[in-house]
């Protein structure tokens, strides 16, 4: 679902696809295109994580200061 949402040509090319699951207060992510790598944030703990497609299990609790794309592209 998240891959159809995303467009990849013209001027402005997708740089974050969601998808919100409102009875778990989660939302689901990717980043610049890339579907192998899906992050999860969670309303509840105020927390990013790796949730599939990444070779270890990260996770950031989010702050006043947020988080900048490029840092979770790290990941």
Do not use: C, R
């Amino acid at each position: 679902m998240l891959k159809g949402t995303a467009q990849k040509s013209g001027d402005y090319p997708t740089q974050i696809s969601l998808i919100f699951v409102p009875e778990e207060s989660k939302v689901h992510f990717t980043l610049n295109g890339d579907f192998t790598k899906i992050f999860e944030f969670s309303f509840i703990h105020k927390q990013i994580q790796s949730f599939e497609g990444f070779t270890s299990n990260k996770s950031l609790k989010l702050t006043k200061k947020g988080v900048l794309l490029s840092e979770l592209e790290d990941w």
